[in-house]
């Protein structure tokens, strides 16, 4: 009679799991009124093959006389870690719903991935290691992945990188399989020619703390060496630029300047040049000569301000040869421009540096990046691709420019080894403070009604393009997280674009069910309306020197939250101008964000205003422009960087 | 007059100086004399130009003592301020590392934090009753939950055979399982 009336229930031993050959094994319970009949098990949704035994130990919880069904299915197949495993009632009723993880413990989790590189022993050309693979703990994400390669400090991966590959190996299965590449770039240097074999391991920890470690692999990493031929040629080159240099006659201008960029297009270094050179040859009446490789839109902007402007074609770092030539021919014609003083703009242009030094002009060297030598050369031109002795001038470069300019103090600091601390300036980013007095006219709320965004939703922005280093991944993960608790946040990313990472934020949204409370918003040319819509402003980026991002939110009163690297800690102070968190940390990140939802909105506004007068004193690009004007002048008149320590 | 002073040679007049003939051997001294005093005199020249390069020897030896000395006190200074220099770059470098570990224990204390944060997290959003971050239990830690879910569907199961809608559903199960 009583049996008539028992329900259905099930459960899985997930903890008793094990796998052989890569066929999982896992058991488990039942209680069935008609027997085990009908009822079937899945692991990874086969069917499993199921062995069934009245249960005659009884389950704790389950009165004694039900009718216990003890089961141990193994599946068919080979079945990736962390199949799901679930028991189904003949009607269909899922009963049970379980993942399995065999390997996992209360101490150790259990690991899903791939060190995909270095494999183990391999030769690597270069001296620069790129750590790379894919890892789920426990069919999570991991909080944070570190890299310890042998010979170096240990060092955070940057996390969430797309892998489409592993969700269409794990189909159906995890749901944040398709985000779970990691990358770290280790620089081991080493003089060209020598090698050196090194062991390395990755760690993990998950969300609840616990950590695994990969076994030791061990990889050897070796620089091409120096060709003689090309070295003698290099010499002659010289040589040669020098004899011609020399029938060059031109008048000196000292209030000429030649400005050698990279670039024409649109981006952020090209925007900081627009910029101050709407002031070097507007209000301080400089004389510009700009010479560029690449040509682009800035070029009529910078023609409307009178400047002259010279594209000359990529020159090739690959080639100690042609690279020498190219630097002959910049030399000579900076010689033939009259200019007085050469402004060379970002790390990779360093070939500008090199002709000005062989035309004998003063130079300084503008200096956005915060990366090293190897890690710079690695992301701009490939493993070891540049010449040894192209990279030799390059570092010849660092130590003999007349002046290094840098945008934080902790990317002087990361450059002072090259050079000497008199050489070394940090001048701070300045910004257009304009729209933001003119947009604090303008109501919120209007501004929210026309971008679409909820009125009274706290709104969490981030700016910037998208790409793996602006962490745009773990910031929907973490505010996946928050959003349980302040279920008013709404997240904002502007900078969105046709790109595999874009493809996996929006797939991440859809998937999570985030489409309401987040919104992916394509580049645009101005951000300022998003800025005055923020209730906060998220920068999640794990390398940044100084982001005009955050100078603008200060300066339209948002508060900032940031991942504490190089110079955003110059200019956010954790828990009084803002909030920093450490970068490539998914849960330091989560409670970042939770700090700064958990501010109420009047601690938020003094927080703001803290922020902004932190930076008051060289906020405004005017001061930055004259600044940039008087260390030019005093480097064409032979006084160096003196006026302006004076 | 004497025969011996003939006709015409005139007589000496007494204003005139009289010719003596100086004897050879007075003469050859004389000569003598003379070189000799012509030698000493070169001699003495020679000395007094010694004397003179001595005298000017001796100044620069003085000036190079002086620029020498000031040379000293330089680099004395020199070396000093390298050594004020070395003191403050080693202090500057102890600095530096003191700080890369003071920020090394900020790290860890702020992961430390963020740990509690996320603990507290996951008990406000088990309160919410939202899907937790999963943590891995402990087999006593999983029995003791499988334990109490059955106690409650126990429980519910209990409660739900008293409600109106099980009684009135019954002959439906009985056809359903006659069919099964």
Redesign the interface.
């Known amino acids: 009679m009583i049996e008539?009336?028992l329900?259905w229930?099930a459960?899985v031993d997930?903890?008793g799991a094990s796998v052989t050959g890569g066929r999982i094994s896992v058991g488990g319970w039942l209680v069935s009124?008609?027997g085990p009949d009908?009822s079937t098990i899945r692991i990874g949704g086969q069917v499993a093959r199921v062995h069934w035994e009245r249960g005659t130990a009884a389950?704790?919880?389950?009165?004694a006389d039900w009718p216990v069904w003890a089961w141990r299915a193994e599946a068919e197949a080979a079945q990736p870690v962390g199949a799901e495993t679930t028991v189904t009632a003949?009607d269909g009723t899922e009963l049970a719903r379980t993942s399995v993880?065999p390997e996992?413990?209360?101490r150790e989790?259990?690991p899903l991935g791939e060190i995909d590189f270095p494999a183990a022993d391999a030769e690597i050309a270069g001296d620069l290691m790129v750590v790379s693979g894919w890892l789920l703990l426990?069919?999570?994400l991991p909080s944070r992945v570190e890299v310890d390669v042998e010979g170096a400090p240990r060092q955070r991966a940057r996390l969430m990188l797309p892998r489409p590959d592993v969700t269409s190996a794990l189909p159906g299965q995890v749901r944040q399989a398709g985000l779970s590449g990691y990358e770290a770039r280790v620089a081991l240097p080493q003089a060209p020619g020598e090698s050196r074999k090194v062991a390395f391991r990755v760690h993990a920890w998950?969300?609840?703390?616990?950590e695994w470690t990969s076994p030791t692999r061990y990889a050897t990493l070796r620089r091409r060496p120096v060709s003689r031929r090309d070295a003698e040629t290099v010499q002659r080159s010289a040589a040669f630029t020098e004899e011609l240099l020399g029938r060059v006659k031109a008048a000196v201008d000292t209030d000429h300047v030649l400005v050698v960029t990279h670039s024409l297009r649109v981006g952020g270094g090209q925007f900081w040049l627009s910029e101050l050179l709407r002031h070097l040859a507007g209000p301080h009446e400089h004389k510009v000569t700009l010479v560029s490789p690449e040509d682009g839109p800035l070029r009529a902007e910078l023609e409307e301000l009178g400047v002259t402007v010279h594209v000359t074609g990529h020159h090739r770092v690959q080639d100690a040869v042609t690279y020498t030539a190219y630097v002959g021919e910049l030399a000579m014609l900076a010689t033939a421009t009259g200019a007085g003083v050469v402004l060379v703009n970002t790390l990779g242009m360093f070939a500008g540096v090199d002709a000005a030094m062989r035309a004998g002009l003063p130079v300084a060297w503008v200096i956005h990046e915060s990366f090293s030598l190897e890690d710079f050369a690695y992301l701009n031109w490939g493993m070891d691709a540049l010449d040894p002795l192209v990279r030799e001038r390059w570092e010849h470069c660092l130590s003999d420019a007349d002046a290094l300019l840098f945008v934080a103090d902790a990317t002087r600091?990361m450059f002072l080894p090259w050079s000497r601390p008199r050489r070394c300036i940090t001048v701070r980013y300045g910004i257009d403070l304009a729209p933001a007095k003119q947009a604090l006219y303008t109501a919120k709320e209007d501004v929210r009604r026309e971008l679409g965004l909820p009125e009274r939703a706290t709104v969490l922005l981030n700016v910037g393009v998208s790409e793996p280093r602006k962490g745009h991944a773990p910031l929907l993960l973490a505010f996946e997280?928050?959003r349980?608790?302040h279920p008013d946040a709404h997240l904002v990313i502007v900078g969105t674009h046709e790109s595999p990472y874009c493809e996996a934020l929006r797939d991440y949204v859809e998937a999570a069910g985030l489409g309401g409370s987040v919104s992916l918003v394509p580049i645009v040319r101005d951000p300022l309306p998003w800025l005055r819509a923020a209730d906060l402003f998220v920068n999640s980026s794990d390398i940044e020197s100084l982001p005009r991002s955050i100078l603008e939110a200060m300066a339209f009163r948002v508060p900032v939250v940031a991942a504490d690297v190089f110079g955003t800690r110059e200019i956010v102070t954790d828990g009084e101008s803002g909030w920093l968190?450490?970068p490539n940390?998914l849960?330091?990140l989560?409670?970042g964000l939770?700090?700064a939802l958990d501010t109420s909105p009047a601690d938020r506004e003094r927080i703001a205003e803290r922020a902004l007068a932190g930076i008051g004193s060289f906020l405004d690009s005017a001061h930055y422009g004259q600044e940039f004007s008087t260390i030019l002048k005093g480097l064409a008149r032979g006084t160096g960087t003196e006026e302006r320590h004076a | 007059m004497s025969s011996e002073e003939g006709p015409n040679t005139p007589a000496p007049r007494d204003d005139e100086p009289v010719e003596y003939a100086v004897p050879a051997s007075v003469r050859a001294e004389l000569l003598q004399l003379r070189a000799e005093r012509s030698v000493l005199m070169a001699e003495r020249e020679r000395l007094l130009g010694r004397l003179r390069g001595a005298d000017a020897d001796l100044r620069e030896a003085l000036r190079v003592q002086e620029r020498l000395a000031e040379e000293a006190r330089a680099a004395d200074d020199l070396r000093r301020q390298v050594d004020e220099s070395s003191e403050a770059r080693v202090e500057l470098d102890a600095l530096?590392r003191d700080r890369d570990l003071a920020r090394q224990e900020l790290?860890r204390t702020?992961?430390e934090?963020?740990?509690l944060?996320?603990?507290l997290?996951?008990a406000?959003?088990a309160l919410?009753g939202?899907d937790l971050?999963?943590?891995?239990?402990?087999?006593e830690?999983?029995?003791e939950q499988?334990?109490?879910?059955?106690?409650e569907?126990?429980q519910e199961?209990e409660a739900h055979?008293q409600t109106l809608s099980w009684r009135v559903t019954a002959p439906l199960?009985?056809v359903r399982?006659k069919t099964?």
């Not at chain 1, 389950?59 to 009165?63: F, N």
């Not at chain 1, 998950?206 to 616990?210: C, I, K, V, Y």
């Open positions: 008539r009336e329900p229930l459960g997930a903890a009124p008609a009908g389950v704790p919880g389950v009165p003949p993880w996992s413990s209360h989790p259990a426990d069919g999570k998950t969300r609840d703390g616990r600091e997280q928050v349980t608790t968190f450490v940390d849960n330091a989560t409670v939770l700090r | 530096r790290e702020r992961t934090r963020d740990q944060r996320m603990d997290l996951q406000e959003l919410h939202a971050p999963e943590a891995v239990q402990h087999d830690r999983e029995a499988l334990r109490r879910r059955v106690a569907l126990t199961l055979r199960r009985t399982r099964l």
